[in-house]
């Protein structure tokens, strides 16, 4: 699994999902496109950012996205419609990247 980034993706959820979703539409996916084994790590929040969650996407149909649910110890939960979904990093992945950097160093003998 290959994670994809793209700057500044917010959107909101167009219908409400409930904990078992493995579908959401949102309002808009445009600049979101996937190839064999990638995915988007996506955060699904309420308006005031006090709740999120943490989904995979795995593939895009126009604006339905096929999500894997509570990543990086988040909880699958409902969410209303208009909850917004945005693309950021995450200390997952960031801790991915400290691992690489780490890897790099021992190998380089930098």
């Known amino acids: 699994m290959a994670y994809k980034f793209i700057n500044n993706f917010e959107?909101?959820?167009t219908g409400a999902i409930t904990a078992a979703a493995t579908s959401m539409t949102v309002a808009?996916?445009?600049g979101l496109s996937l190839t064999?084994?990638?995915v988007y790590r996506l955060t699904i929040q309420n308006a005031d950012a006090t709740l999120y969650e943490l989904v995979d996407v795995t593939a895009i149909s126009s604006n339905t996205l096929t999500i894997e649910r509570?990543?990086?110890?988040?909880?699958?939960?409902?969410?209303?419609s208009g909850s917004t979904v945005l693309c950021g990093l995450t200390a997952a992945q960031l801790a991915q990247i400290g691992d690489i950097s780490t890897a790099l160093t021992a190998i380089i003998g930098a």
């Open 11 to 13: 959107t909101t959820l």
């Open 70 to 80: 509570g990543k990086e110890g988040t909880k699958a939960q409902e969410w209303a």
């Open 28 to 30: 808009n996916a445009a």
């Open 36 to 38: 064999s084994g990638e």
